[in-house]
């Protein structure tokens, strides 16, 4: 089994509505649910905004520490899973999921090594 | 008799992509299973010339190939090396899972069909796949590949390394997909067969009008993939939809490479046995009754390949065919072409009222067919100045030459 990195990207700025955000989460964890059910849950959650990031630098052998984010731009990284899969469709499967739930684009990465390695 | 070096090419071409397969079954990784199809080839070369084609050159090639890598693994493996102790596990727990199979041949066919859906897998970009599909099922080299597609070998060579390592570590799996996804999956590996074919068949770039090899591998592709997918209607369509394209490929350019037009080609020297193929492909797919894009358009051509002059031509089934595309496939290419169809029921004033309702600004077919349209309502200016977008916006030589003796003869000065 390999694991994978399901992440969830929105855009900058005002949230959605909040009984469309209810929405939303109601359906996450639904799906969290059900990867439970599945054995393929592993760790995954919601993020506070980039705001409230703060960024650690090494320096001249120190590390500084700014406020964050680290990266500015038109979306942030608003919440990620991790799951087990057997390869990528079955990861896709549950990525497309998450898409439709939070109409969000969703990126998927594979961990090195196999899980339980 | 010994075999000839054309005649083992020929083997190499033909069995190259099942050998991959294979041994990709058997060995979880590609790059394993290149490497010894090509150790076995080189083996091949030294000693068939000599000792004559084995019973089943495939069959040789595969076992050949499966014990050079094995032998290469365990050298490899006893080094420590992870890598292949994981990809000689594979191998062991494959062929005991294969004991179970007949025969290399036969059964397992179906190989080279995973091996398609992984290399035309939505999760690698479309060069990639076009490219990975060339060389993994077509045996083309990366140099082979970069200069059909006019990219440095290095960049080539790049782009499949990168496809590769993506289908190993994020796991593209190597099967044919579920019944639910195979639709859209299907659709992507007839867009890359396509893709192959047209570059082939109208160069995007470059001096020739034809790039025959990749035309031909092509239709090789298409061929396969109809046979392994007889239940797939719009697998027997693309291939009819090429053959009946590849027919005109000789009457297509002059001896010196000029563009002829379809209304303007000798049709005697259209490819009587392409179109018998071609046309009893359609009269299966009719038969179905599943219509599909690439269906339809093979029965456009089929309904062009039927008419002995253009004036034969049964436009208003053409007009009918492009009607069901585009309902279809709703497209301003599709619009387009159905314009020039009604152009010759209706008229060309009809036709360039139904192209200006067109947005295809960027396609320097649009302005080749508007000027075309404008040039027989006599409306030469007009149709000197689409001439010149038109030349504007083609790369391909042979085209751009047809587009300016076009432009001479309404504007000649």
Redesign the interface.
Known sequence: MKQYLISMYQPDGELPPPEFLAKVMAGIDAIRAELQEAGSWVFGGGLHAPSTATVLRPKDGDVLITDGPFTEGKEHLGGFTIITAPDLDAALAWARRYALVTTLPIEVRPFQGEAGD | MPPSAAEIEEVFRAEYGRAVAVLNRSFGDLDIAEDAVQDAFTVAVQRWPAGGLPPSPAGWIITTARNRAIDRLRREASREDRHAQAALLHAQAALLHAQNEPSEEGPVRDDRLRLIFTCC?P?LAQAAQVALTLRLLGGLTTAQIARAFLVPEPTMAQRLVRAKGKIR?????YRV?DEA?LPDRLRAVLVVLYLIFNEGYTASSGPALVRDDLCAEAIRLARLLAGLMPDEPEAMGLLALMLLTDARRDARTTGSGELILLAEQDRSRWDRALIAEGQDLVRRCLRRDQPGPYQIQAAIQAVHSDAATVADTDWRQIVQLYDQLLAVTPSPVVALNRAVAVAEIDGPGVALALTDRIALEGFYLFHAIRADLLRRLGRDAEAAEAYRAAIERTGNAAERDFLERRLRAVSPH
């Open positions: 897998h999760a570590d994020a796991r593209i799996p997909p996804d």
